[in-house]
C-alpha cells in the first residue's frame, strides 16, 4: 500500500537532474573467452569518493561513478585494473552482470524513453522499497544516495518504465569487487558468458574532495581462457590436425 501511495505521488515530483548511466566511449567489446584478448581505455572520474559513498550501507549516487560494459561468448577469467592518474584518488570497482539499457536502433527497450538514472520514478520507487527492506521499516528512498551498491544487486529504471514492476527495471548482479589504498586496483574473476557491467568511483572517503572532472584513470580488462575452455579449444585444433593429417595420405 505504502508503494501505490508513493507512486501515485511521484507522478507529480519535480525530479533534479541527475545524470543518466551510459556508456558512450566506455565499451570494451566483446570477448571470446577462448583466446587471451585484451583492451585499455582511459576516463575521467567525478570524485574521490564514489564508491565509498555505494559501498557505505544505503546506496550510492551512480553518476559520480563511471559505467563500462563488456561482453563474454564463454567462460573466463577476467583480470581487470584501474591505475590512477591523478592524486588523492583512490581507485575501486565492482563487477555486475547485466546492463543498463541501452538504444537498439535509437529506441530503448519495451517502454522505457530515457536511459536510466538514479531519480526516476521507477527508481526511486525501487530504492524506497530497499530501503523498507534493509534499513528499517520506517524509512524511505530519502535515506538513499542513489541506487548504485557497490557490494550487492541493485536496480534502476527510466523514464516510461512500469513503477513499482521490479522485472521492468534494469538488474545488475554483483560478481565481485575490489579496492585499493594505493594508486592502483586490480582483481581476477571467473565469469560466465554474458554481459557486464564495471562500476568503477574513488574510495577516499577519509579526504573526500569536492566534485570535479579532474581525476583521471587508465583501465584495462582481459580475458584469459578458463582451463576447461583451453582444453575443448585444443581438443578441437588436434581434431583439425588429424583430419588435415589424414586427407593428405
Same mark, same amino acid.
Given at each position: 500500500?505504502?508503494?501505490?501511495?508513493?507512486?501515485?505521488?511521484? $507522478?507529480?515530483?519535480?525530479?533534479?537532474?541527475?545524470?543518466?548511466? !551510459?556508456?558512450?566511449?566506455?565499451?570494451?567489446?566483446? &570477448?571470446?573467452?577462448?583466446?587471451?584478448?585484451?583492451?585499455?581505455?582511459?576516463?575521467?572520474?567525478?570524485?574521490? +569518493?564514489?564508491?565509498?559513498?555505494?559501498?557505505?550501507?544505503? $546506496?550510492?549516487? !551512480?553518476?559520480?561513478?563511471?559505467? &563500462?560494459?563488456?561482453?563474454?561468448?564463454?567462460?573466463?577469467?577476467?583480470? &581487470? @585494473?584501474?591505475?590512477?592518474?591523478?592524486?588523492?584518488?583512490?581507485?575501486? /570497482?565492482?563487477? *555486475?552482470?547485466?546492463?543498463?539499457?541501452?538504444?537498439?536502433?535509437?529506441? /530503448?527497450?519495451?517502454?522505457?524513453?530515457?536511459?536510466?538514472?538514479?531519480?526516476?520514478?521507477?527508481?526511486?520507487?525501487?530504492? *524506497?522499497?530497499?530501503?523498507? #527492506?534493509?534499513?528499517?521499516?520506517?524509512?524511505?528512498?530519502?535515506?538513499?544516495?542513489?541506487?548504485?551498491?557497490? %557490494?550487492?544487486?541493485?536496480?534502476?529504471?527510466?523514464?516510461?518504465?512500469?513503477?513499482?514492476?521490479? @522485472?521492468?527495471?534494469?538488474? &545488475?548482479?554483483?560478481?565481485? @569487487?575490489?579496492?585499493? #589504498?594505493?594508486?592502483?586496483?586490480?582483481?581476477?574473476?571467473? %565469469?560466465?558468458?554474458?554481459?557486464?557491467?564495471?562500476?568503477?568511483?574513488?574510495?577516499?572517503?577519509?579526504?573526500?574532495?569536492?566534485?570535479?572532472?579532474? +581525476?583521471?584513470?587508465?583501465?584495462?580488462?582481459?580475458?584469459?581462457?578458463?582451463?576447461?575452455?583451453?582444453?575443448?579449444?585444443?581438443?578441437? $585444433?588436434? $581434431?583439425?590436425?588429424?583430419?588435415?593429417r589424414r586427407r593428405s595420405k
Amino acid at each position: 500500500m505504502k508503494k501505490t501511495f508513493l507512486a501515485l505521488a511521484l $507522478l507529480g515530483l519535480t525530479q533534479p537532474a541527475w545524470a543518466h548511466l !551510459s556508456y558512450t566511449g566506455r565499451d570494451f567489446g566483446t &570477448f571470446s573467452g577462448l583466446v587471451n584478448a585484451s583492451n585499455s581505455i582511459t576516463t575521467t572520474v567525478n570524485t574521490n +569518493y564514489g564508491w565509498a559513498g555505494a559501498a557505505d550501507g544505503n $546506496l550510492g549516487d !551512480s553518476h559520480i561513478g563511471r559505467a &563500462f560494459r563488456f561482453t563474454l561468448q564463454n567462460n573466463a577469467w577476467v583480470d &581487470f @585494473s584501474v591505475d590512477a592518474t591523478s592524486a588523492d584518488l583512490l581507485p575501486a /570497482f565492482s563487477i *555486475y552482470g547485466g546492463l543498463a539499457a541501452v538504444r537498439t536502433g535509437g529506441v /530503448f527497450p519495451g517502454t522505457q524513453t530515457s536511459a536510466d538514472y538514479d531519480s526516476a520514478n521507477a527508481s526511486i520507487v525501487w530504492r *524506497y522499497s530497499w530501503a523498507q #527492506a534493509n534499513l528499517g521499516s520506517n524509512k524511505s528512498y530519502t535515506d538513499t544516495d542513489g541506487s548504485w551498491n557497490a %557490494l550487492g544487486n541493485w536496480k534502476m529504471g527510466g523514464d516510461g518504465d512500469a513503477i513499482g514492476i521490479d @522485472s521492468e527495471l534494469s538488474s &545488475f548482479i554483483y560478481k565481485g @569487487s575490489a579496492t585499493t #589504498a594505493t594508486d592502483v586496483v586490480t582483481g581476477k574473476f571467473l %565469469l560466465g558468458a554474458g554481459d557486464y557491467t564495471i562500476m568503477i568511483g574513488g574510495n577516499n572517503a577519509a579526504n573526500q574532495l569536492a566534485t570535479s572532472f579532474g +581525476y583521471t584513470a587508465s583501465l584495462n580488462v582481459s580475458a584469459v581462457p578458463e582451463p576447461e575452455n583451453m582444453g575443448l579449444l585444443l581438443t578441437g $585444433l588436434a $581434431l583439425v590436425g588429424w583430419q588435415v593429417r589424414r586427407r593428405s595420405k
